[in-house]
């Protein structure tokens, strides 16, 4: 008989399953559901209700074969045990609501790829359940994925979609990265240019940005802050937090474009700007001006009100100094504020929206550049750019989320093959991904606890639509979940066969929620781009 753990994802700490009758869920299972589990209890019965027709009607909590849900303070946070039993039924414990939300992950898992469809394929109900216990934590706090909806837009069901996906492999944080050159994605109500200009641009660089082709139609969308709180209340129903990235004081051009005044007048004819319709690093940056502040703190404040998460992400990176060393008024601004040159400039736009989101309860995070010209101790960094800026800022003090682009840039090509469709960067295949290691080993224990965790990154520049994302996205992602959630060896000693032999069956979940994955044959016919240039294989990756 196969083994009850053989084919779960992301890898749960323990299971025991004894030699005793498991159990099969029908028309006269009975749903208990105690206080602080009522998130899981709605789940379960949508999704069961819409893959099986189970309706789960409440019952009391020693109703035989019952389905229970309940909080317990002695398992850890996220943690939860899944028990399965002939007689007592299929007990959920969490040590929070967010336990046993995973839990009814792992219980959806065991119920087979039909439980991840949206209506009953087969009129037989879901398959017997195995007696089994199934102890399971998870290893690191931030689990994130990061989606970059401003080179590309998705639409809010799209985004909605990826929720879901990131709760069936228990990843927690959704970084959204809402503006940048190419496109203004969130509605800001004193700002109405934002979207009105910012959010579409007239044609879009088709490949890499060395490519000759162009998509010669405007591209563009935006959410309206009603999209917004139904994002991150679908999101919170899933247990996921959502933490919005607003670009400053580089990636900023789309803004410009929308407020001419917000860009370096002295030196360029900002009125003349239009979003971007290329990719890599604009030149086109945010004038250091205390109107500029002025206008990003009202974004901000809109902003606050529509996410709850205790993050907010800055960005900060990739900000050319160009346009500061020409503008007198920019240098007049470093000489008043004695800060050196232009890195200092840079440094004090950042510690300015530190100290402005820490006097309003929340905390910013920025990519890895934000450590130039230091912090102040409640920042946190997304060390992007390998290692050195995690080790660093752990050293210092800071909260870390690993999400090197060397190995969690999930745009980079996934092999090394002429098939692989605009490729992009490193490649890194799924075997990588698998033994990517969060954690630095040269962190002591005690700089270790600043890691929070790590995020795997999908920016979209080569990403024209939904297919495209997920072939980039997955199998990887869900590697990528199982190193944030589960307790693995050392990277050379992780069991990839082992791994692979899961995801055999896990594709045929991703079959049933429709991901169109890149099989592990390598592409379909209709994955490959033909004739679309992507970076060239030197292993050098591309600037965003």
Not at 11 to 24: C, F, M
Not at 334 to 359: C, K, P, Y
Not at 433 to 456: K, N
Not at 476 to 485: G, K, M, P, Y
Request: some cysteine.
């Amino acid at each position: 008989m196969t083994s009850p753990t053989a084919h779960l994802i992301p890898a749960p700490r323990s299971v025991e399953a004894p030699s005793a009758d498991g159990l099969t869920l029908d028309a006269a299972t009975t749903l208990w559901a105690g206080p602080g589990t009522g998130t899981t209890e709605r789940w379960l019965r949508a999704t069961l209700g819409a893959a099986f027709a189970l309706t789960l009607p409440p019952g009391p909590a020693d109703t035989p074969g019952a389905v229970r849900l309940l909080i317990d303070d002695a398992l850890p946070a996220e943690g939860y045990r899944l028990t399965v039993h002939a007689l007592d039924g299929v007990e959920i414990r969490g040590g929070d609501p967010a336990g046993v939300f995973w839990g009814a992950q792992t219980l959806r898992q065991l119920l087979g790829p039909h439980a991840f469809r949206r209506a009953p394929v087969t009129g037989d109900g879901p398959p017997p359940l195995p007696a089994l216990t199934v102890e399971d934590a998870p290893r690191l706090r931030w689990r994130g994925l990061m989606l970059d909806v401003a080179r590309h837009f998705t639409p809010k069901d799209g985004v909605l979609r990826y929720l879901d996906l990131m709760a069936a492999h228990k990843l927690n944080v959704f970084h959204f990265h809402l503006t940048d050159d190419q496109g203004w994605r969130v509605e800001i109500e004193r700002y109405p240019e934002l979207t009105a200009t910012g959010s579409w641009r007239s044609r879009t660089k088709f490949g890499h940005r060395a490519s000759p082709l162009w998509e010669e139609k405007p591209h563009g969308g935006f959410y309206t802050q009603d999209d917004i709180r139904e994002i991150v209340a679908y999101a919170a129903e899933r247990h996921i937090a959502v933490v919005p990235e607003i670009d400053v004081p580089g990636h900023s051009q789309a803004a410009i474009a929308a407020y001419p005044e917000l860009g370096n007048t002295d030196v360029i004819d900002t009125a003349s700007l239009a979003v971007w319709d290329s990719w890599g690093i604009s030149s086109n940056v945010l004038a250091p001006t205390d109107n500029t502040l002025r206008f990003y703190e009202g974004v901000f404040e809109e902003l606050l009100g529509l996410f709850p998460s205790e993050f907010v992400h800055i960005g900060g990176d990739e900000c050319p100094k160009d346009q500061w060393k020409r503008s007198p008024a920019a240098q007049a601004r470093i000489a008043e504020l004695g800060v050196g040159d232009e890195n200092g400039l840079q440094s004090w736009f950042v510690r300015h929206f530190d100290t402005w989101l820490a006097a309003r309860g929340r905390r910013l995070i920025g990519w890895d550049e934000i450590l130039e010209g230091g912090l102040a101790p409640g920042a946190a960094v997304s060390s992007w750019r390998g290692y050195a800026g995690g080790i660093a800022a752990a050293r210092a003090g800071h909260d870390v989320v690993m999400c090197p682009e060397q190995h969690v840039y999930l745009d980079h090509r996934q092999d090394a093959g002429a098939d692989e469709p605009v490729p992009i960067g490193y490649v890194r295949t799924l075997e990588d991904v698998y033994r990517f290691e969060p954690v630095p080993p040269q962190l002591t224990p005690e700089e270790a606890r600043h890691v929070l965790g790590t995020q795997a990154n999908l920016w979209t520049e080569v990403m024209e639509n939904p297919a495209r994302v997920d072939y980039q996205a997955f199998p990887r992602l869900a590697a990528f979940a199982e190193v944030a959630w589960s307790t693995l060896p050392e990277p050379a000693d992780r069991d990839f066969a082992g791994f692979e032999g899961r995801m055999a069956a896990h594709y045929r979940r991703l079959d049933a929620l429709g991901v169109g994955y890149r099989p592990p044959t390598g592409p379909t016919p209709w994955q490959r781009r033909p004739g679309v240039l992507g970076r060239p294989i030197d292993g050098t990756p591309p600037n965003r």
